[in-house]
């Protein structure tokens, strides 16, 4: 018996190649759509690591409202009220499409809003989230970002955690650092970490980020994945983000962002001199789109190096 060795990346893609170059071209579209949306492939990419963060996901679910917000976050919750489009916050990481999908069934959420009370009109709900998705922060540790052996990641404003957790298993990071100013969110974090035993590498402040000067300049990796907006005012914002601008310094260093820095700068009228901060680098999203992929949550997610 012939004993076939694993294929490396690129031994993979010339057998599949040569496996699709055998296809008549009549049947080719088929096959290619077919590997696309296949429940079949889409069982292989799913793994251990996949399946450990939904646990995670469940046991936050329990813990919290639908809306996955809490009590002390009633201002957030009135700033999305104000939202010119009618918009409901559902986190990404606790909730994937299939999940909304299960709560309209049950009644417990819609996807719509009445445009004209008592009538049938309605029009699609915005969804806001301040969490990466599951299948988003794969994408993020394992296409968006370099190996992390020996590097320390600094998640601001973690909430629930989900970049940490992430961090923790689908990468090598020797540090994943969180900074939380909401206290219950902090706790729900610890029982995570505790529950996990994730602590050897996560650790997570309860603290304002601008009072973190040094975490800022040692980190090699900075989250800031919709950060101040919904949080704090205009004026706080502002301060936030020269904050970011004048202690994020660390040369190589790589900072994510969603959205990118321009829009979020822009909003606030804020001119700070990017191109002697940060270089962009272009994030490749064709290589990971799939059945359940979101193309515009993947190329809200930007790529920054420090000069």
Request: proline letters at 3%; glycine letters at 4%.
């Given at each position: 018996m012939v004993v076939v060795g694993q294929m490396d990346e690129a031994g993979a893609q010339n057998a599949l190649l040569t496996l699709l170059g055998q296809v008549s071209p009549s049947a080719l579209p088929?096959?290619?759509?077919?590997?696309?949306?296949?429940?079949?492939?889409?069982?292989?990419?799913?793994?251990?690591?996949?399946?450990?963060?939904?646990?995670?996901?469940?046991?936050?679910?329990?813990?919290?409202p639908v809306e996955a917000m809490v009590i002390s976050e009633k201002e957030v919750m009135e700033e999305i009220q104000r939202l010119q489009r009618p918009t409901l916050h559902v986190d990404a990481f606790l909730y994937d499409d299939d999940a909304i999908d299960s709560l309209c069934e049950d009644g417990k959420m819609s996807r719509n809003y009445c445009m004209s009370c008592g009538s049938t009109k309605?029009?699609?709900?915005?969804?806001?989230?301040?969490?990466?998705?599951?299948?988003?922060?794969?994408?993020?540790?394992?296409?968006?970002?370099?190996?992390?052996?020996?590097?320390?990641?600094?998640?601001?404003?973690?909430?629930?955690?989900?970049v940490l957790y992430a961090g923790y298993i689908y990468s090598?990071?020797?540090?994943?650092?969180?900074?939380?100013?909401?206290?219950e969110f902090c706790e729900l974090q610890e029982k995570i970490i505790n529950k996990y035993h994730f602590s050897d590498r996560i650790r997570v402040h309860h603290s304002d980020i601008c009072s973190q000067k040094s975490l800022l300049h040692q980190a090699d990796v900075v989250v800031l994945n919709n950060v101040f907006e919904y949080f704090l005012n205009k004026e706080e914002q502002m301060k936030a983000w020269?904050?970011?601008?004048?202690?994020?310094?660390?040369?190589?260093?790589?900072?994510?962002?969603?959205?990118?820095l321009k829009e979020s700068l822009t909003k606030l009228q804020i001119s700070l001199q990017l191109d002697q901060w940060v270089e962009e680098i272009e994030v490749d999203t064709n290589m990971f789109m799939g059945p359940?992929?979101?193309?515009?949550?993947?190329?809200?997610?930007?790529?920054?190096?420090?000069?």
């Amino acid at each position: 018996m012939v004993v076939v060795g694993q294929m490396d990346e690129a031994g993979a893609q010339n057998a599949l190649l040569t496996l699709l170059g055998q296809v008549s071209p009549s049947a080719l579209p088929k096959v290619i759509q077919w590997m696309k949306t296949s429940s079949e492939i889409e069982e292989l990419t799913t793994s251990n690591s996949d399946v450990l963060l939904h646990n995670i996901a469940d046991d936050l679910r329990n813990c919290l409202p639908v809306e996955a917000m809490v009590i002390s976050e009633k201002e957030v919750m009135e700033e999305i009220q104000r939202l010119q489009r009618p918009t409901l916050h559902v986190d990404a990481f606790l909730y994937d499409d299939d999940a909304i999908d299960s709560l309209c069934e049950d009644g417990k959420m819609s996807r719509n809003y009445c445009m004209s009370c008592g009538s049938t009109k309605t029009a699609p709900l915005d969804f806001l989230s301040h969490s990466f998705s599951i299948l988003e922060l794969r994408f993020l540790f394992h296409h968006v970002l370099p190996d992390l052996s020996g590097k320390m990641v600094l998640d601001v404003g973690s909430r629930l955690g989900a970049v940490l957790y992430a961090g923790y298993i689908y990468s090598s990071a020797s540090k994943l650092e969180g900074v939380e100013i909401n206290v219950e969110f902090c706790e729900l974090q610890e029982k995570i970490i505790n529950k996990y035993h994730f602590s050897d590498r996560i650790r997570v402040h309860h603290s304002d980020i601008c009072s973190q000067k040094s975490l800022l300049h040692q980190a090699d990796v900075v989250v800031l994945n919709n950060v101040f907006e919904y949080f704090l005012n205009k004026e706080e914002q502002m301060k936030a983000w020269i904050f970011m601008y004048e202690n994020i310094r660390k040369k190589g260093c790589l900072v994510v962002t969603v959205p990118s820095l321009k829009e979020s700068l822009t909003k606030l009228q804020i001119s700070l001199q990017l191109d002697q901060w940060v270089e962009e680098i272009e994030v490749d999203t064709n290589m990971f789109m799939g059945p359940d992929t979101d193309p515009e949550a993947l190329s809200d997610i930007h790529l920054y190096k420090v000069f």
